[in-house]
């Protein structure tokens, strides 16, 4: 089955600097890579998605990037606010026609964003 | 926000006792999911349902069974709960490519 590794576990950065969370997936026939947020308490949302036919997806301040080959996808997030103080979940799936597909989660990252 | 609740939201019980998570949704999808998070973990498939009576395992599924007898509900349950089943339990379900997660539901198992 497949298997989502997430690094780092702890990220600190300065308000108003970039922070990158970077996930491998292990298995070539995943096409669907989300990115849930977490705050205390709460289910996880989604904040972006790509799909295998894509190598990069922004909004706003958010951007994520695909390497199919080296099957890695990564987390890029600018100007940081103390807002984006969470915990953030990388994650990988084969959506197949009319299958369930349930996501593989990374471990996740906890963004901490200094004032 | 995404139409979708879970009961209860907190439920302490022991060891050996049956309990039943509910998850609702309001959105008539057919795709949903039964997860759990524990901490260096992230979160784990445990059941998943295609339709009403359509269900099948996930990861982690020993210990849990699922029933889905309308579309808007998916049940979780644990016959016969036990201490490594406290948790935090989550329900999703599926609107095109992307799943949409519950509130959750904080179990603790005595």
New interface residues.
């Given amino acids: 089955?497949e298997n989502v590794e997430?690094h780092p576990s702890t990220l600190s950065v300065q308000e108003g600097d970039s922070a990158v969370i970077k996930c491998t997936y292990s298995d070539s026939a995943s096409n669907?890579f989300?990115w849930?947020k977490q705050e205390l308490?709460?289910?996880?949302?989604?904040i972006i998605?790509i799909?295998s036919n894509v190598g990069e997806k922004k909004d706003q301040r958010i951007a994520v990037t695909l390497n199919k080959t080296a099957k890695h996808f990564s987390l890029h997030i600018t100007e940081t606010q103390p807002e984006d103080s969470a915990v953030y979940?990388c994650a990988a799936t084969m959506?197949s026609g009319?299958?369930?597909d349930?996501?593989?989660?990374?471990?996740?990252t906890h963004l901490i964003i200094q004032p | 926000d995404a139409g979708i609740t879970q009961s209860p939201r907190h439920k302490v019980t022991e060891t050996g006792t049956p309990v039943t998570l509910r998850c609702h949704q309001t959105e008539n999808h057919r795709?949903m999911?039964w997860?759990r998070q524990d901490p260096?973990?992230?979160?784990?498939?445990i059941h998943?349902?295609?339709g009403v009576k359509d269900t099948?395992k996930?990861?982690v599924s020993d210990g849990y069974s699922v029933s889905r007898s309308k579309t808007e509900d998916f049940l979780l349950t644990l016959e016969s709960a036990t201490s490594s089943q406290t948790s935090v339990y989550?329900c999703a379900m599926?609107r095109k490519?992307?799943?949409?997660?519950?509130?959750?539901t904080r179990l603790t198992v005595l």
């Fill in positions: 089955g997430q669907y989300p849930y308490g709460k289910g996880p949302q989604l998605d799909r979940f959506y009319g299958g369930a349930g996501l593989t989660f990374g471990k996740g | 795709y999911y997860y260096g973990h992230g979160l784990r498939l998943y349902s295609y099948d996930g990861e989550f599926r490519d992307t799943q949409y997660f519950g509130p959750g």
